[in-house]
């Protein structure tokens, strides 16, 4: 890693006497913790140094990153991996170029007085259901690897707004460790966690991509684009509250004491072992394959190796 950010550096020296190439980044959601890596790699000056001006654009329900990104206007994305299966079985040709977020950050969780702390005590309660992503695919294999039925519980189909758990409207609630889980703990809620990935299920989450047409005609951008955004996430690993910092300037109305909390949390889920951040395991794209076909979400099975490519990591 240390030599291949080496030559990031060096290379730097001649593109700082060219002009920089242009792009732009569309996030998975708003400006949060979540993204922090890519703040500081912008704020640092590491895309600028590996001869890139980049804009970082926020996601969200308005601004799809598969769509802004495969319409051709925009050369890069975070989405979750699953997302980019489920856009090439629709024809959608985008290519994963890392992944950020290895252990995925999606829970279930439930207000502790509920006594609620396992999927098995689901049976005759209301159950938080956000309708047709990737949170209703880990939901019904967790349903499934812990034998229960849907047709034991009523399930309640929730957006953002926490409201109905923290009034008792529901019992669980589907959202990220990183984010919903500690603004209950900020409101003074204590929390039961239920990880997906105590029973078997760890879909990779937010993935960097772009487009077969980028890899083929600009593969020297997408080299320089990986490799500045992985030092920026090293960084941000290495220096939370710098990172908190710098997420706060990007975002709008964000709390430097949520953004570091969320950006602590995400540390583990970034780097959840000695891997270098930013690594695919074929193994592992296989198996989300497989979830998602039993789950409905893919037809037939798709080449994983045009799904995602690994040769913009460093080795």
Known sequence: MKAFVAGLALASLAWSAAAADAVTVRLKWFNQAQFAGFYVAKEKGFYQEAGLDVSIQPGGPDFPAVQMVAGGNEQFGVTGADQILIARGKGVPVVAL?????????????LKPSGISEPA???????????????????????????VSSQDLTEVPVKFDMTPLLTGQVDVWPGYVINEVIT???????????????????LYADTLFTTEKMLAEKPDVVKRFVAATLKGWSDAVARPEEAAELTVKAGNKLTYGHELAMMKESIGLLKPDDRPLGSMDPAQWTAMQELLLKGGFL????PLDKAFTTRFLPQ
Not at 299 to 302: G, H, I, V
Request: glycine residues 12%; without cysteine.
């Open 184 to 202: 209950a703990r900020e409101k003074g809620f204590e929390v039961n966690v239920i990880w997906p990935a105590s029973f078997g299920i760890n």
């Open 299 to 302: 037809k037939a099975p798709l």
């Open 98 to 110: 890392a992944v950020l977020y290895r252990k995925n950050p999606f829970v279930l969780f439930a």
């Open 121 to 147: 005590q689901f049976r005759g309660r209301k159950i938080g259901l956000k309708v047709g992503g990737n949170e209703e695919l880990i939901y019904r294999a967790i349903l499934g690897k812990a034998g």
